[in-house]
C-alpha cells in the first residue's frame, strides 16, 4: 500500500548527503533548503508532498496549513517536540522519526558529562589556556563505588547505565513502562522516585518532555537529594527545573550540573550557563557524525519504504496506517473502508454510534486499525477535506460519530478460520458484514439479507435495494449499461427480507445516471471502492 503520489520532499535542516541520496534513488525528487525563515518555509513547502527536518525547523499548524499536498513529516532523530502533531493528525498527515538514530551518540555524549563532573575537566582545560597550574583547585572525585541513578530507562538511559557499571559505578533508576525485570537483566535496580532522591550521588535524565515529566527535578526534590548530587540532563530542556537547579548550586545542596539541553535554547538567562559548576554544550547530543549519517539514512529509508509501499518504520501518529502496510491486513483495511462507505450511502448519514465488531481469531487485535479503516470509508466524501487512517478517529469525535469495538473469537462457519467483520450504525436497521478470500473483500450480508454468493467489494460498484417482485429492474439496468458502454463484471443479489433484495453490481466504470433506474428501486448508490 504505497501512499500515493509522494514525489516531492522538502529538506529544510543540515542532514548527511546521503539522505538526499537515497530519496533521489528511491524516484523521489528533493528539495534541500536548510536555514528557511518561516515566511520562506511557508512558501517553499506548499507544493511537497513530505518534509524532514532535524530540530531547527518548527513544523507548525500553520505550516501544516500552507502544506497542501503535505503527507509525512519526517524528524531525523528522537523524539518529536519541534512538530505539531495533533495538528498533523487532523490534517492526516503522517508523523514519523528515528528513535534509534541517535541513541548512541546521546548515551556517550551523558557518560562523558559524567566523567567531566566526576573531574572539573572542563573547567580545569580553561583554566591552562588562562595560564594558571591550579591543581588543588580540582580536586574530583572517583565514579567507582558512587550510585547513578537514572531516571527513563528506553534506548539511551539503559546505554548509559550499561557503561558507567564498567566504572564500577551502581546503577539504580525509575521508569513507568519498563518492567523491573527488564531493567535488571541490563543491570539497573527500579525504585521509587521518593527512594532514588537519597540515594543518588549523580542523576541523569532520559525521559521525553510531557507534563508528567515537566520539573521532574525542582525545589522539592532537590531538597531530598542528597547534599552536593550532580545532574545530567542530556534529554530535553524543561525535565530539570532551571531556576530549582540555579538555587541548588548556590546553596550547595547540588554540587554540579552538565547540561545539553535548555528551556529556551539557545538561552538567554545565562546566569545558571555562567554559574562554575555547571558544564554547558549547545545541543549536541545528536551532533557525531555518525549519528548524523544514521538518522538522515534512516529517515530517507523509511519514506522511501512508505512511498513504495514495502512497510511503515517509526510512526509516531498513524499507527492504524502501518498496519495497512502488512500483507495480511492490506485486504481487511480495504473491506473495513468498504464496508464503511456502504453503510455510510446506505444510511444516508454519518453520526450517531458506530459499532464495530471483529469475530473470529485471526481478528483478536485487529480493531484498533479497522475501526479507522471503516470510519475513513464512512466519511469520505463529506466535509472533511480528506480522511485518512491517520486522522479518521479523531474527525469522527468531531463529526459527532461514536465508535465503539469488540470482539468474539468465535465465528461462525466456514468462516472460523479468517474471520468477518461487522458493522452497524446504532438507530439505523443497516448492518453490513463482510469477510476477505484470498486479497479480496467480500459483502455477506446487508441489511440482514444474506447474499446467495459473497460479493465482491472492489472497483466500481452499484448498490441498489429493490422489490423480489420487481421483474423489469436488470433489464433497465442492462439497457443503462448498454447507452453508457459501461460493462458489467459482476452481479450479486441477496436472499430476500420483507420482500426485498439487495444487488450489487461490480462495472467497468461508474454509470453518468440513474434517472431510468430509480423508479424501478427502493434506493440505489454508487461507490468507488
Known amino acids: 500500500?504505497?501512499?500515493?503520489?509522494?514525489?516531492?520532499?522538502?529538506?529544510?535542516?543540515?542532514?548527511?548527503?546521503?539522505?538526499?541520496?537515497?530519496?533521489?534513488?528511491?524516484?523521489i525528487q528533493v528539495l534541500e533548503k536548510p536555514g528557511l525563515s518561516k515566511e520562506e518555509l511557508l512558501v517553499e513547502i506548499a507544493d511537497c508532498d513530505g518534509l524532514i527536518v532535524r530540530s531547527a525547523t518548527k513544523v507548525t499548524a500553520e505550516v501544516l496549513e500552507a502544506a497542501e499536498r503535505l503527507q509525512v513529516v519526517g524528524r531525523a532523530g528522537t523524539g518529536v517536540d519541534n512538530v505539531d502533531v495533533e495538528a498533523a493528525t487532523r490534517k492526516g498527515v503522517l508523523v514519523m522519526n528515528t528513535p534509534a538514530g541517535n541513541s548512541l551518540s546521546a548515551a556517550e555524549l551523558t557518560c562523558?558529562?559524567?566523567?567531566?563532573?566526576?573531574?572539573?575537566?572542563?573547567?580545569?582545560?580553561?583554566?591552562m589556556k588562562e595560564g594558571?597550574?591550579?591543581?588543588?583547585?580540582?580536586?574530583?572525585?572517583?565514579?567507582?563505588?558512587?550510585?547513578?541513578?537514572?531516571?527513563?530507562?528506553?534506548?539511551?538511559?539503559?546505554?548509559?547505565?550499561?557503561?558507567?557499571?564498567a566504572f564500577g559505578m551502581k546503577t539504580i533508576g525509575y521508569d513507568p513502562i519498563i518492567t523491573p525485570e527488564t531493567s535488571a537483566a541490563f543491570g539497573v535496580e527500579q525504585l521509587p522516585l521518593e527512594?532514588?532522591?537519597?540515594?543518588?550521588?549523580?542523576?541523569?535524565?532520559?525521559?521525553p518532555l510531557l507534563p508528567s515529566t515537566m520539573g521532574l527535578l525542582n525545589d522539592s526534590t532537590f531538597a531530598k537529594c542528597r547534599r552536593g548530587v550532580q545532574v545530567v540532563n542530556c534529554a530535553r530542556g524543561g525535565i530539570v527545573d532551571e531556576g530549582a537547579l540555579l538555587r541548588a548550586l548556590q546553596s550547595g545542596q547540588c554540587g554540579g550540573a552538565a547540561l545539553d539541553v535548555f528551556t529556551q535554547e539557545p538561552p538567554k538567562e545565562r546566569e545558571l550557563v555562567n554559574h562554575p559548576n555547571v558544564i554547558c554544550c549547545p545541543h549536541l547530543g545528536a551532533s557525531t557524525r555518525e549519528a548524523q549519517s544514521r538518522c538522515g539514512k534512516e529517515i530517507a529509508m523509511q519514506m522511501v519504504d512508505m512511498a513504495t509501499g514495502r512497510g511503515l518504520a517509526g510512526v509516531v501518529n498513524g499507527q492504524a496506517l502501518s498496519?495497512?502496510?502488512?500483507?495480511?491486513?492490506?485486504?481487511?483495511?480495504?473491506?473495513?473502508?468498504?464496508?464503511?462507505?456502504?453503510?455510510?450511502?446506505?444510511?444516508?448519514?454519518?453520526?450517531?454510534?458506530?459499532?464495530?465488531?471483529?469475530l473470529g481469531a485471526p481478528l483478536k487485535d485487529a480493531g484498533s486499525f479497522l475501526a479507522p479503516a471503516v470510519v475513513s470509508g464512512m466519511l469520505a466524501g463529506g466535509r472533511q477535506k480528506e480522511?485518512?487512517?491517520?486522522?479518521?478517529?479523531?474527525?469522527?469525535?468531531?463529526?459527532?460519530?461514536?465508535?465503539?469495538?469488540?470482539?468474539?473469537?468465535?465465528?461462525?462457519?466456514?468462516?472460523?478460520?479468517?474471520?468477518?467483520?461487522?458493522?452497524?450504525?446504532?438507530?439505523?436497521?443497516?448492518?453490513?458484514?463482510?469477510?476477505?478470500?484470498?486479497?479480496?473483500?467480500?459483502?455477506?450480508?446487508?441489511?440482514?439479507?444474506?447474499?446467495?454468493?459473497?460479493?465482491?467489494?472492489?472497483?466500481?460498484?452499484?448498490?441498489?435495494?429493490?422489490?423480489?417482485?420487481?421483474?423489469?429492474?436488470?433489464p433497465t439496468l442492462a439497457g443503462l449499461l448498454g447507452k453508457a458502454g459501461v460493462q458489467l463484471q459482476s452481479y450479486h443479489s441477496s436472499g430476500t427480507v420483507a420482500g426485498e433484495q439487495w444487488s450489487v453490481a461490480g462495472l467497468s466504470a461508474p454509470l453518468p445516471d440513474l434517472a431510468e433506474l430509480k423508479p424501478r428501486v427502493t434506493e440505489a448508490f454508487q461507490l468507488h471502492l
Open 1 to 27: 500500500m504505497a501512499l500515493a503520489k509522494l514525489q516531492k520532499v522538502l529538506i529544510s535542516d543540515s542532514l548527511d548527503p546521503c539522505c538526499r541520496d537515497i530519496l533521489q534513488a528511491g524516484g
Open 112 to 127: 562523558g558529562m559524567i566523567l567531566c563532573l566526576a573531574r572539573q575537566i572542563p573547567q580545569a582545560a580553561a583554566s
Open 132 to 165: 594558571k597550574w591550579d591543581r588543588k583547585k580540582y580536586m574530583g572525585m572517583e565514579l567507582n563505588g558512587k550510585t547513578l541513578g537514572v531516571l527513563g530507562l528506553g534506548r539511551i538511559g539503559r546505554e548509559v547505565a550499561t557503561r558507567m557499571q
Open 195 to 207: 527512594q532514588i532522591w537519597p540515594r543518588c550521588d549523580f542523576i541523569t535524565v532520559h525521559t
Open 323 to 358: 498496519k495497512a502496510f502488512a500483507p495480511q491486513t492490506k485486504p481487511w483495511i480495504a473491506l473495513a473502508k468498504a464496508l464503511g462507505s456502504v453503510l455510510r450511502a446506505a444510511a444516508k448519514q454519518a453520526q450517531g454510534s458506530l459499532q464495530l465488531c471483529t
Open 387 to 474: 480522511v485518512t487512517l491517520v486522522n479518521a478517529l479523531l474527525l469522527a469525535q468531531e463529526a459527532g460519530l461514536k465508535v465503539t469495538a469488540s470482539h468474539s473469537d468465535v465465528a461462525p462457519e466456514p468462516h472460523g478460520s479468517s474471520g468477518l467483520l461487522q458493522v452497524s450504525l446504532q438507530g439505523t436497521p443497516l448492518r453490513a458484514v463482510g469477510t476477505v478470500q484470498g486479497s479480496t473483500p467480500l459483502l455477506l450480508e446487508l441489511g440482514g439479507a444474506t447474499f446467495k454468493q459473497p460479493a465482491p467489494l472492489a472497483g466500481h460498484v452499484l448498490v441498489y435495494r429493490a422489490k423480489a417482485s420487481e421483474p423489469s429492474t436488470l
